[in-house]
């Protein structure tokens, strides 16, 4: 079974912290995918890396997927309160022939004024 | 343009009543996806369709589940029996085609509570 350990499970900081979330597994994915989602909504896709290595910035957040393609980090500076939210980590098993994901439990994000 | 939808938003059934939850799918996708996200939990994968083909049931956690697509677009979760344990938020999603690193694009979900 192939899982993603998704740590801390809570965050709860001050606007202007800058924080990292992490995602970990044992076994290796042919991509990564980091969603963050809202209370009564769906998950809403960040962003998607595919290289061992890769890293990529979007706005104040960084995600890089490590070497070995088993683990991802997210790494967000000066938080600020629209940030609040569960970031999820999702990988994308090399067997099945399509975009089947597997979800961390995610990460819970406050970050208060 | 509309995203997926799903239908309803919440639901809640006595213990071994029957449910139907229901996601219309973004026009033109061929791939749908549902997914169960319990409390506190990140969505874990039930069911693949690509068009009205299900090429994936691996992840239903047992016969009292059962999914559909006949026509390719529109896609029906059932339950049968329901149990407590089936409390959880129903995700479905889209993609544009079956191709890797294809987007999926989530509905809001529907929150069953069995009581």
């Known amino acids: 079974t192939q899982l993603l350990e998704q740590s801390p499970q809570f965050l709860s900081i001050q606007e202007g912290e800058n924080l990292t979330v992490y995602c970990n597994s044992s076994s290796v994915f042919s991509s990564l995918q980091w969603y963050r989602q809202e209370p009564g909504e769906g998950p809403v896709l960040l962003v998607t890396v595919v290289t061992g290595g890769e890293v990529k910035k979007l706005k104040r957040l960084t995600f890089q997927f490590g070497d070995a393609r088993k683990d991802s980090s997210l790494h967000i500076t000066a938080a600020q309160p629209g940030d609040t939210g569960l970031y999820l980590c999702a990988g994308r098993p090399f067997s099945g022939g399509y975009n089947k994901l597997i979800f961390g439990a995610g990460t819970r994000l406050a970050v208060h004024p | 343009g509309a995203g997926v939808s799903q239908s309803p938003r919440y639901k809640v059934a006595k213990r071994g009543q029957d449910v139907a939850l229901r996601c219309d799918p973004i026009?033109?996708?061929?791939?749908l996806f549902w997914y169960q996200q319990a409390l506190g939990q990140g969505p874990e994968f039930l069911t693949y369709f690509q068009n009205e083909a299900q090429l994936d049931k691996s992840g239903l956690p047992s016969d009292r589940f059962f999914a559909e697509r006949p026509e390719g677009s529109v896609s029906t979760l059932k339950i049968q029996r329901t149990q407590q344990e089936d409390s959880a938020v129903y995700l479905c999603?889209?993609?544009?085609?079956?191709?890797?690193?294809?987007?999926?694009?989530f509905g809001p979900g529907t929150r069953l509570t069995v009581l």
């Open positions: 026009s033109g996708h061929v791939s």
């Open positions: 999603a889209s993609s544009l085609t079956s191709g890797d690193y294809n987007e999926q694009f």
